[in-house]
């Protein structure tokens, strides 16, 4: 099962973009992820089409599943 941590920020312009990162280490601990975040923001380590980051919009852990159908 193949798992990605995608942190969302709002830009300058008030969009919304988003950082993934597949395979994060287990457990996911909030506070380090949340201390990751501003420390993106405050070191403007990106820049997106709507501007830099200027904060925290939210995190989530997203799973996929993908089961192979036999078809012959």
Do not use: C, D, Y
């Not at 506070?31 to 919009?57: C, D, H, P, R, Y």
Request: hydrophobic share 45%.
């Amino acid at each position: 099962m193949a798992k990605v941590l995608e942190m969302i920020f709002e830009t300058e312009e008030g969009k919304s973009a988003t950082i993934a990162v597949e395979n994060p280490k287990n457990p996911v601990n909030v506070n380090t992820v949340k201390l990751a975040m501003e420390q993106v923001i405050a070191e403007s380590v990106f820049v997106s089409g709507s501007g830099g980051f200027v904060s925290v919009k939210g995190a989530r852990l997203v799973e996929r599943n993908v089961e192979e159908l036999e078809l012959s």
